[in-house]
C-alpha cells in the first residue's frame, strides 16, 4: 500500500509517498480503508520538528514515527479479535496516527461511524477541529447559552467549528478574520464580525464572557481589556515562543490576582464520548464541515504547504484513491 512517510525534519519537501506493507490490526484494532483524510498543523509543526522542544519525545534528529496524518474517514476493512462495534464494510471517521496512507489501523474507541449525511471529505474534516474547539468551548472556557463569545481565527479550521458549536449552545457569537472571509464568517452563523484588517477587537469598547482564540497572536493585556468581569479566556493556538511563554506565564499570573481568567487550552483529548458528540452535531446539521480545497495523496506536500501559509478557508482534505500506479514524490 501507499503511505506518506518523512524520514527526516524540514519543509515539506522531506514528503515522500512509499510503498509500505499494509498494516494487521491489533485485537482492540481496526484496519481501516482510508477513503480522506485531514491536514491539522500539528501534522507541519511534526514534519519540521518544531517547536523543537517536542522532539524530546519524537526523535531529537529524526523522527522516531515517520508518518503523518490523523483524521481519517473510510470503511473499515479488518477488526481485531476484540472489537465488537464495527464490522467490515461500515463506513467509520475518527482519529489514529499515520492517516495519510491508503490503510491505517485505528483503536475502537477512536472510530464512530460516519454520519450518513456526510462525504467522506467531510467527515475526515472534522474530527480533531471537533474535538478541540468542543473541549475548549465547554470544558475550558465554561460556555453558557446566552453568553458573548468571541471566537478569534474564525475562518480556519478550528475557528469555523467553534463558531458553529458556540451558536449551538445557544451563543451570541462574534468572529474576527479577514476581509475576504466576513461573508462566509456569517454564512455558518456569526451573530457579528470583526475584519481584523480594519478594526482591533481588543479596543473596540466590546467585552466578551469567552474569547476563544484559535490563532495566539494577541497579549495578555489585549485579552484581559476585551474580556468582561468573571471572563474567560481560552487560548488554542500560538505563533510564536514568546507569545506561548507570555500566555502561559503571565496569564496564569493574571488568573490568580484578577477575576479574568487567561491560559493555554492544551493539546486536545479524544475520547470516545466526545467523538459521539461531534457525530451527532454533524448528524443534526447544527456543525456543517466546511472545505476549502481537497488534494490527492501524491500531492500531501503541496497541501501541507498551503496549510502552512495560514490562509485556509476551513479544512484542507486528502483524498485516497486506491489504484494500483507507481509510489511517487509526494510533491
Not at 8 to 27: N, R, W
Request: hydrophobic fraction near 40%; proline fraction near 5%.
Amino acid at each position: 500500500m501507499k503511505a506518506v512517510l518523512f524520514t527526516k525534519y524540514g519543509s515539506p519537501d522531506v514528503l515522500q509517498l512509499t510503498e509500505v506493507e499494509k498494516p494487521t490490526p491489533k485485537d482492540n484494532q481496526v484496519l481501516v480503508k482510508v477513503h480522506a483524510a485531514s491536514a491539522n498543523p500539528l501534522d507541519w509543526h511534526h514534519m519540521r520538528g518544531e517547536p523543537f522542544l517536542a522532539r524530546i519525545g519524537e526523535g531529537l534528529l529524526k523522527p522516531k514515527n515517520p508518518k503523518l496524518g490523523a483524521d481519517i474517514a473510510g470503511r473499515v476493512e479488518a477488526v481485531g479479535r476484540n472489537v465488537t462495534e464495527f464490522q467490515p464494510g461500515d463506513e467509520v471517521f475518527g482519529v489514529c496516527a499515520g492517516g495519510f496512507a491508503e490503510y491505517a489501523c485505528a483503536g475502537e474507541t477512536k472510530l464512530a461511524l460516519k454520519p450518513a449525511n456526510l462525504s467522506f471529505e467531510a467527515a475526515a474534516a472534522s474530527p480533531v477541529v471537533g474535538f478541540t474547539a468542543l473541549q475548549g468551548l465547554r470544558d475550558k472556557g465554561q460556555l453558557q447559552p446566552g453568553q458573548k463569545v468571541l471566537i478569534n481565527g474564525a475562518s480556519g479550521g478550528v475557528g469555523m467549528f467553534a463558531v458553529q458549536l458556540a451558536k449551538s449552545f445557544g451563543a451570541e457569537v462574534t468572529g474576527v478574520c479577514s476581509t475576504r472571509n466576513l461573508d462566509m464568517v456569517r454564512s455558518i452563523g456569526a451573530d457579528h464580525v470583526v475584519d481584523y484588517t480594519r478594526e482591533d477587537f481588543t479596543r473596540n469598547g466590546q467585552q466578551y464572557d469567552l474569547i476563544y482564540d484559535a490563532v495566539g497572536n494577541r497579549s495578555v493585556f489585549d485579552y484581559r481589556r476585551a474580556l468582561s468581569l468573571q471572563g474567560i479566556c481560552v487560548i488554542a493556538g500560538f505563533t510564536s515562543f514568546s507569545r506561548l511563554f507570555e500566555h502561559m506565564l503571565l496569564g496564569a499570573l493574571i488568573s490568580k490576582v484578577g477575576s479574568k481568567q487567561i491560559g493555554l487550552q492544551g493539546i486536545a483529548t479524544t475520547p470516545k464520548e466526545d467523538l459521539v458528540v461531534i457525530k451527532e452535531l454533524l448528524e443534526a446539521g447544527k456543525v456543517v464541515p466546511v472545505i476549502d480545497k481537497c488534494y490527492p495523496i501524491s500531492e500531501t506536500a503541496e497541501a501541507i504547504r498551503y496549510l502552512e501559509e495560514g490562509h485556509a478557508r476551513g479544512k484542507v482534505v486528502i483524498t485516497v484513491e486506491h489504484s494500483t500506479s507507481t509510489p511517487q514524490a509526494a510533491k
